[in-house]
């Protein structure tokens, strides 16, 4: 079955930008819509943004001039940056598939924790 | 975009139903049948049990159920079981290629 996993580094320093990496197996990257989702220690969900597999984006407005996400379909894999981070920023951060265009996510990552601190 | 709106906590007896709700506005819950519900049990990724508002992906036990009035959408867990205890969020298409989520509320079996 379809299987997400994130990766990337573990503890970022403030100001720098925050990169990670959701590798898909299984099943195809193509056709499908894929999110960042992050959950700050001991709080909710924040959705960050998507991508489809064409390379269309949208971001969640509160996040939108500090985030970028990209797709690689040749390596099935689809990524995030998020620049200027600070303490606010960490979090676990999840990747997911949105099904279709019906919003939901369906396959989810088992999420990375990315800690911002110097 | 604002968070949708959960109860912080919800309690209940085994074998009792409970009721999450989940207020949004016009502008996410009001306007689309998309509202979806996840289960997120402690230092695990949220699970999927609810979709477009009332249905249910296959392997979801029929004890969760879904519906909506208005800009209100709601959660219903029927026979309480001990495995229910967990966090759920709801979660509404907002427009715009926008989701929102809920904040979040913790279950607690009694």
């Known amino acids: 079955q379809v299987q997400l996993q994130e990766s990337g580094p573990g503890l970022v320093k403030p100001s720098e930008t925050l990169s990670l990496t959701c590798a898909v197996s299984?099943?195809?990257?193509?056709?499908?819509?894929w999110s960042w989702i992050r959950q700050p220690p001991g709080k909710g969900l924040e959705w960050i943004g998507y991508?489809?597999?064409?390379?269309?984006?949208n971001y969640n407005p509160s996040l939108k001039s500090r985030v970028t996400i990209s797709v690689d379909t040749s390596k099935n894999q689809f990524s995030l940056k998020l620049s200027s981070v600070t303490a606010a920023d960490t979090a676990v951060y999840y990747c997911?598939?949105?099904?279709?265009?019906?919003?939901?996510?369906?396959?989810w990552g088992r999420g990375t924790l990315v800690t911002v601190s110097s | 975009q604002s968070a949708l709106t959960q109860p912080a906590s919800v309690s209940g007896s085994p074998g009792q139903s409970i009721t999450i709700s989940c207020t949004g506005t016009?502008?996410?819950?009001?306007?689309?049948?998309?509202v979806s519900w996840y289960q997120q049990h402690p230092g695990k990724a949220p699970k999927l049990m609810i979709y477009?508002?009332?249905k249910r992906p296959s392997g979801v036990s029929n004890r969760f159920s879904g519906s909506k009035s208005g800009n209100t959408a709601s959660l219903t867990i029927s026979g309480l079981q001990a495995e229910d205890e967990a966090d759920y969020y709801c979660?509404?298409?907002?427009?715009?290629?926008?989701?929102?989520f809920g904040g979040g509320t913790k279950v607690t079996v009694l």
């Open positions: 991508i489809y597999y064409s390379g269309i984006t």
């Open positions: 477009e508002g009332t």
């Open positions: 979660c509404s298409y907002a427009g715009r290629n926008t989701v929102v």
């Open positions: 997911a598939r949105i099904y279709g265009g019906d919003w939901y996510f369906d396959l």
């Open positions: 299984g099943g195809s990257i193509i056709n499908y819509y």
């Open positions: 016009s502008s996410d819950v009001g306007s689309y049948n998309l």
